[in-house]
C-alpha cells in the first residue's frame, strides 16, 4: 500500500514538474534545469523518508513470540490480532521502564527509603504481572502505563544523571530534593492506582475471610 502510495506521489510530482515547466519564459534549457532541479527535490525527499522508516523498523524491539497458551487467553479476552500486537508492544515498553526504574532506585539510599516505603518495586512487578494475565484490564490501568511508569523513569534516571555530576551547587541539591519529592509523590500515586485496580478482588477476599470467620464462629458455637 505504502508503495503504491509513493507511485502517486511520483506521478503527481512529475506532472506538476511539466505543468511549471510550461511556464517557464525562455529556452528549453530552462524548462530542463526546473525539471531536473524539481525531481532531484522529490527523490531526495523520497529517500529521506525510506531512511527513516527504515531506521525505526530496525530499532523497533522484536518481541518474543507468545506461547499457545497466552495467545489462546488473549483471544479469549475478546483481543483482535492488532490488540495483541499493541498490547504486547506496550508491556514491552513498560517492562524495560520498570527495570530502569529498579536500577536507578538501587543505587541511591534517598530512593531506596522512598521506594520500600511505598513498595514501589513489588507493586510495579504485581501490576504488570496481572495485566499481563489480564489484558482486557489495560484501560482500566491507564495511570499505570501512561503516567506513573514513565514519570518514575524519567524522574529517576533524571535522579541519576545529577546525582553523578562531580562538582554539585546548591542548586543542584535543591532539585534534587525537589526531584525526591516528586518521585516519593508518584510512589504514592502508583500504591493508591493498585490498590484501587485491585479493588475487586480486595472485595471478594474479604467477602471469603468473613465467611471463613462466620462458618469458624458457627462451629465454635455449635460445640458448646
Not at 525505526?56 to 492488532?82: A, C, D, H, I, N
Not at 502505563?145 to 541519576?160: D, N, Q
Not at 516519593?184 to 468473613?210: G, N
Amino acid at each position: 500500500m505504502k508503495q503504491w502510495f509513493r507511485l502517486a506521489k511520483l506521478a503527481f510530482f512529475i506532472l506538476l514538474t511539466f505543468r511549471l515547466a510550461d511556464y517557464v519564459d525562455g529556452s528549453m534549457k530552462k524548462g530542463i534545469v526546473v525539471t531536473v532541479l524539481l525531481l532531484a527535490i522529490f527523490f531526495f525527499v523520497l529517500f529521506r523518508e525510506m531512511e527513516v522508516q527504515s531506521f525505526f523498523e530496525k530499532t523497533k524491539k522484536p518481541l518474543k513470540k507468545t506461547s499457545t497458551k497466552v495467545q489462546e487467553r488473549y483471544e479469549q479476552s475478546g483481543l483482535s490480532k492488532q490488540d495483541i500486537e499493541y498490547f504486547r508492544q506496550k508491556m514491552a515498553v513498560v517492562k524495560d521502564q520498570i527495570n530502569e526504574i529498579e536500577d536507578n532506585i538501587q543505587g541511591y539510599t534517598k530512593l531506596r527509603i522512598i521506594a520500600n516505603r511505598y513498595n514501589t518495586s513489588i507493586t510495579m512487578k504485581d501490576y504488570f504481572r496481572e495485566l499481563v494475565a489480564n489484558p482486557e484490564k489495560l484501560p482500566d490501568a491507564d495511570l499505570f502505563v501512561h503516567t506513573c511508569v514513565p514519570s518514575l523513569k524519567e524522574m529517576t534516571t533524571a535522579y541519576r544523571k545529577m546525582s553523578e555530576q562531580p562538582v554539585k551547587g546548591s542548586e543542584t541539591y535543591q532539585t534534587l530534593q525537589e526531584l525526591a519529592e516528586k518521585i516519593e509523590l508518584t510512589c504514592e500515586k502508583l500504591e493508591e492506582d493498585y490498590l484501587h485496580f485491585q479493588e475487586d478482588r480486595i472485595q471478594d477476599s474479604e467477602a471469603e475471610m468473613d465467611y471463613v470467620t462466620r462458618k469458624i464462629l458457627e462451629k465454635v458455637k455449635g460445640a458448646k
